[in-house]
């Protein structure tokens, strides 16, 4: 298979694209269609700060990189679960972040004054004050067991939340430390590494439960709860999965190979299998797929759902966060019980 750009051995072969690249051109490539799918959903301008949540995933690294070749002002997050499972689960995916920051060239248009040899990890504490120097990126770091005195799994097995599987536990705070790290560092934008396989899989349940409601939020952009807050973003979920595992591989990324080890067995992961089995019957489904939900969403398909499940939102007397009761959010009532008041 040829590179159609060069006519070099190419290293993917993107059927639904029908587009064969070599690796000069895919890594080429990959930067201009997130560029373009940025502009396309308005999710932010170069004047903008953005805060990159990473797990050291291969996802989310590969954004972050983009995004600052891309010359956005592109901080991380990282959000230590305590998740112990696996190969150290949580250890090895911190240490991949540190270590993306430790070895990312700083393109050459960058100059000499940007390299990041004084990069800057910090462990977040508390507040974090805005950091204006964007061209040496930032990794904040947030250990949910060393700020709340419990690893996800361990509040997820005392509040009974979860107690096999701390997965909407897990999702729930890595939330919140998201929206509060994006708030008190000034961030005007929340980015994930969420691709299409992601993306279709979590539209496939939820249209399979008809669940409107979620339907109607699931978007490349969803605009702030309050005004303050981060808007949330998906650069990446055009993107076949594949595809950002190759850009990894090819940009020499290191990243976690295994996913987290209690998504084993989960819906998430069954509905993508079955996914890939259509899409190898005929490529392009997928993106398909969601290219219609959106421009059905676009064309007001979920109107009704939409105003039909807006909540007015109250304010958490703790955190400040927005929450759909009034008092404490979700967040707050699962470390209330804990004897002593946690941090926000
Ligand atoms: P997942 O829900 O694990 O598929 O992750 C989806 C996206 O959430 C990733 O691409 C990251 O952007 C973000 N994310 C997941 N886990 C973490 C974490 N521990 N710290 C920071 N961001 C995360
Ligand atoms: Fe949260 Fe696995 S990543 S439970
Ligand atoms: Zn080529
Ligand atoms: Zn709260």
Redesign the pocket.
């Given at each position: 298979m040829k590179c159609r750009k060069c006519g070099n051995e190419a290293v993917i072969n993107m059927r639904q694209h029908k587009l064969a690249l070599c690796d000069e051109h895919f890594l080429e490539w990959v930067p201009e269609q997130t560029q373009r799918f940025i502009e396309k959903y308005k999710m932010f301008t170069r004047d903008e700060r953005i805060l990159?949540?990473?797990?050291?995933?291969k996802?989310?690294l590969s954004?972050w990189d983009i995004l600052l070749r891309l010359d956005y002002k592109a901080d991380g997050?990282?959000?230590?679960?305590g998740v112990e499972g696996g190969a150290d689960y949580?250890n090895q995916?911190h240490e991949m972040c540190v270590k993306f920051l430790e070895n990312f060239n700083p393109p050459k248009e960058w100059g000499a004054s940007s390299q990041i040899s004084n990069f800057n990890v910090t462990a977040d504490e508390g507040p974090q004050t805005a950091n204006t120097q964007y061209l040496i990126p930032k990794l904040h770091v947030v250990d949910i067991g060393k700020l709340y005195g419990e690893t996800v799994p361990e509040v997820a097995s005392r509040t009974m939340r979860g107690r096999d599987k701390p997965c909407s536990v897990c999702?729930l705070i890595?939330r919140h430390v998201?929206n509060r790290v994006a708030r008190d560092g000034g961030y005007d934008v929340l980015?994930?590494?969420?691709n299409l396989d992601?993306e279709v899989a979590v539209l496939f349940g939820n249209t399979l439960t008809w669940n409107a409601g979620y339907l109607v939020r699931q978007a490349p952009v969803l605009p702030a709860d309050k005004p303050g807050l981060a808007r949330k973003v998906k650069p990446f979920c055009r993107f076949y999965e594949r595809e950002t595992a190759a850009y990894a591989l090819v940009r020499g990324i290191e990243y976690i190979y295994d996913e987290?080890p209690y998504?084993e067995g989960s819906t998430s992961i069954e509905h993508k299998e079955l996914l890939n089995q259509m899409e190898k019957d005929r490529p392009g489904t997928k993106l398909q797929f969601y290219l219609n939900f959106l421009r059905a969403r676009e064309q007001g398909l979920f109107a009704d759902a939409e105003r039909a499940t807006r909540v007015e939102l109250n304010t958490c007397e703790k955190c400040g966060q927005p929450t759909s009761a009034p008092g404490l959010c979700a967040f707050c009532r699962l470390w209330e019980r804990h004897g002593d008041a946690a941090p926000t």
């Open positions: 990159v949540a990473v797990s050291g995933g996802d989310s954004l997050l990282y959000i230590g679960l949580s995916s999702g890595k998201m980015a994930t590494g969420h992601d987290c998504a």
